[in-house]
């Protein structure tokens, strides 16, 4: 069965130093999103991607936040200078059609120290 | 106003019982999707079922059942014959579609927990 696939699965990193995380949606999907749930809260959601360009962005996604869709199968998340606050597990979503059900990648917990 | 609100931030069943998990929410969209989601203790989101608002039938997966009652703007999740590998975070979502919105709004939550 297709899934989202995200890597690493757990990063650390120092404030300040920018991080890069990693999914690899579903290959028939055309919506792709990023959301995260600090420990113990609820999912927020961060940014979505159609077209090759941001299609909805909240306002979490600061200009600390970038995402990419590099080649035809990644899609990523930079943090460009982490803040502690923003240690969270971050999800990567995608969906066929902007209005059916998005699948989730199993999530990359960031830990800023 | 929250747009998905769960009162139940835990609950405790029997196992082999039904459970009821509440969700309303709160919109002037026409248009929207209604979805549950489940978060076992290893961290991942897990998609359970699917309610569009003009569905006429509640949409039901296996043990998954959603009660879909429209006026009251309530989708709760019902889970038949529970098992020990129920117990999880349950997460309501809503998506509106005719506002453009395709980011998925959740609730807070219910920490189901089934004892044997």
């Known amino acids: 069965e297709p899934e989202v696939t995200q890597t690493p699965s757990h990063q650390v990193t120092q404030m300040g130093q920018e991080v890069i995380l990693r999914c690899v949606p579903i290959?028939?999907?055309?919506?792709f999103y990023w959301y995260r749930q600090i420990l113990g809260q609820k999912v927020e959601f961060l940014v979505s991607?159609?077209?090759?360009?941001?299609?909805?962005k909240s306002e979490i996604f600061d200009d600390q936040f970038s995402v990419e869709r590099p080649d035809g199968s990644n899609f990523t998340l930079k943090i460009r200078s982490t803040k502690l606050e923003d240690s969270a597990m971050y999800f990567c979503?995608?969906?066929?059609?902007?209005?059916?059900?998005?699948?989730f990648g199993q999530g990359t917990r960031l830990t800023v120290v | 106003a929250q747009k998905i609100t769960q009162t139940q931030p835990g609950m405790f069943v029997q196992e082999k019982e039904a459970v009821t998990l509440d969700c309303t929410y709160d919109t002037s969209d026409p248009s929207y999707g209604l979805f549950w989601y489940k978060q076992p203790s290893s961290g991942e989101m897990i998609f359970l079922i699917y309610?569009?608002?003009?569905?006429?039938q509640n949409a039901t997966e296996g043990r998954y059942s959603l009660n879909f009652q429209k006026a009251r703007k309530s989708a709760n999740l019902v889970i038949s014959a529970s098992q020990l590998g129920d117990s999880a975070m349950y997460f309501c979502?809503?998506?509106?579609?005719?506002?453009?919105?395709?980011?998925?709004?959740f609730g807070t939550g219910t920490r189901l927990t089934i004892i044997p």
């Open positions: 309610q569009g608002s003009y569905d006429q």
């Open positions: 979503a995608s969906s066929e059609s902007h209005n059916t059900e998005a699948f």
């Open positions: 991607f159609y077209n090759n360009e941001i299609s909805e």
């Open positions: 290959s028939n999907h055309l919506y």
């Open positions: 979502a809503m998506r509106e579609v005719l506002f453009g919105n395709e980011k998925l709004t």
